[in-house]
């Protein structure tokens, strides 16, 4: 049987190749309200870029737990070994727009959401275990002089170099970047990180620090810079569907490392310090389990173009941590959802969570579209009411985070972080390094440097000497 062509409303269609028209050779009529419906949906049909990471892949697949983190976290999804969650992962590049090529120097998003039993846990993460800033405000300022030159909207080395010249706290991440990780051969051959410092607590109220870690089960793999253009702009996302297509399902080892608040209180670095690594030496990395990707999307828009990942969804016994990134993080991508996607993007499927919802917002544009988690029925919209008894939802007070200790003699005012060590792990990256690696660093860094003017070129060279002063001798004579 042949399925009926309807309109949007349903109604059967007799010709979707011929407009109506007034005699042969005569202009249409205004009962073309099949073409108008049809004109009308498909001006609608994009949805704003994201602002960063426009250009990304994502699939579906389950995080298997192979350690109970039970002596931490009163997490449901990290009780018991054994246990697995559904993930939808997002990979992405940061600074192109979505017809950029997968091959850029930048680096990669990894952003993972896991559809636990006591909701949505986003973390969104890059494949470096470090970022550029660590203080939200600089953020529109970094992004914009990484992207397009505002008048030529080409790629502007220029005005990178001069925002990282004036920030010796980019230097570690700029190190990865312009080192041979810079440009991954696709996202399966890539570790992630959650980054930043986030907290977990137990039974206890007992509060832990921990970082996040994905490490590639495939093998780091990257192409040298002067290979980039022999690949297909949408290699990496080629790589990706294919392979879980052809059941190569790619896989992570998922590791912690977990400080406690009184080893945070003493550290010599600043443990939330979104530039800085905690050396492995002192606080080892911790097998946790297995993160493998299994299903590819059904359909690429509704799935990863409208999936909104936010640091701000955490899940009982996870929560953030002092780090000054993450707090303004917590604001920008809900925020982000609601311009791009909608106040109620939660109800799209890809971001609905497998858990029941229920709270007393309501309305906004397009409530209901989802009758699970669209409030589209006739209970109770206020708090508190006279209902808890016949099902109204109440708060569970047993999940509230502990009490988080500030510093004695905080004040409230603007704190510079400025003269801060960003040199040190910078340098001793850069001794880990072969020769190789380090004639790709610093040939890269070259190439972009040589485009900025003599005063950029003079202070990101006094930046690399306080790293290492062979780093800043062989960027200088490859300039
Ligand atoms: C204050 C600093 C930051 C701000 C204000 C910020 C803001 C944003 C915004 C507005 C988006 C687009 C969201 C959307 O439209 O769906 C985004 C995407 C993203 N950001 Fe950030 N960002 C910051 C730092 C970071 C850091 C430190 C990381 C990683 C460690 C990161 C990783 C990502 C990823 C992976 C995505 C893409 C998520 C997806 O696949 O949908 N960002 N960011």
Redesign the pocket.
């Known amino acids: 049987m042949k399925t009926q062509l309807t309109t949007s409303s349903g109604t059967p269609v007799a010709d979707d190749n011929n407009s109506i028209s007034a005699g042969e050779r005569g202009a249409l009529t205004f009962n073309n309200v099949h073409l108008f419906e049809k004109l009308a949906h498909f001006n609608r049909e994009r949805i704003?870029?994201?602002?960063?990471?426009?250009r990304?892949t994502?699939a579906y697949g389950t995080f298997t737990l192979e350690e109970s983190l039970s002596d931490h976290t009163i997490a449901d999804f990290l009780q018991e070994s054994g246990q697995q969650t559904e993930v939808f992962v997002?990979?992405?590049t940061?600074g192109g727009g979505q017809d950029s090529s997968d091959y850029a120097r930048d680096?990669?998003?990894?952003?993972i959401k896991f559809y636990t039993k006591e909701g949505n846990f986003d973390l969104?993460?890059?494949n470096?275990p470090?970022?550029?800033?660590n203080?939200?405000?600089?953020?529109?300022d970094f992004?914009h002089s990484q992207k397009k030159n505002p008048k030529t909207n080409t790629a502007d080395p220029a005005a990178m170099f001069e925002f990282w010249a004036n920030h010796p706290q980019s230097l570690h991440q700029m190190t990865i970047l312009m080192s041979d990780r810079g440009i991954p051969l696709n996202y399966r051959h890539m570790h992630g990180?959650?980054?930043?410092t986030f907290s977990f607590w137990n039974k206890q109220g007992e509060r832990f620090w921990i970082k996040w870690h994905f490490k590639t089960q495939q093998g780091i793999k990257t192409v040298r810079s002067e290979q980039a253009h022999e690949h297909p702009a949408d290699g990496a996302q080629a790589d990706l569907v294919n392979a879980i297509e052809s059941g190569d399902f790619p896989k992570w080892t998922v590791q912690l490392q977990i400080m406690t608040e009184a080893e945070a209180q003493k550290y010599h670095i600043n443990p939330f310090d979104?530039t800085k690594v905690w050396p492995h030496k002192d606080f080892p990395l911790k097998d946790i389990g297995t993160l493998a990707l299994n299903r590819n999307v059904e359909n690429y828009f509704t799935e990863?173009e409208q999936?909104?990942?936010?640091?701000s969804n955490f899940v009982p016994g996870i929560g953030a941590s002092p780090d000054k990134?993450?707090?303004?993080?917590l604001?920008?991508?809900q925020?982000?959802?609601r311009?791009?996607?909608g106040v109620n993007h939660n109800q799209i499927p890809v971001n609905q969570p497998k858990c029941p919802v229920n709270h007393y917002q309501r309305d906004g544009a397009m409530a209901g579209a989802c009758p699970v988690t669209g409030h589209a029925n006739s209970s109770v919209n206020f708090y508190p009411n006279d209902q808890i008894n016949e099902g109204a939802p109440v708060p569970t007070p047993a999940v509230a985070e502990p009490p988080m200790p500030i510093e004695a003699d905080a004040h409230i005012q603007a704190y510079s972080q400025d003269k801060d060590d960003y040199f040190s792990q910078a340098g001793e990256l850069f001794r880990l390094m072969s020769a190789d690696q380090k004639a790709q660093l610093t040939t890269n860094i070259a190439g972009g440097l040589s485009q900025a003017n003599q005063s950029i070129q003079q202070r990101m060279l006094t930046q690399l000497e306080q790293a290492d002063a062979d780093y800043a001798q062989m960027v200088k004579a490859r300039l």
Do not use: C
């Open positions: 704003p870029e994201r602002v960063v990471h426009a990304g994502g997002r990979f992405s940061v680096p990669r998003g990894f952003a969104v993460g890059n470096t470090v970022f550029f800033l203080d939200p405000i600089k953020f529109p992004i990180f959650g980054s930043h979104v990863t999936a909104t990942f936010a640091p990134m993450l707090q303004g993080r604001f920008a991508y925020d982000a959802h311009y791009r996607v």
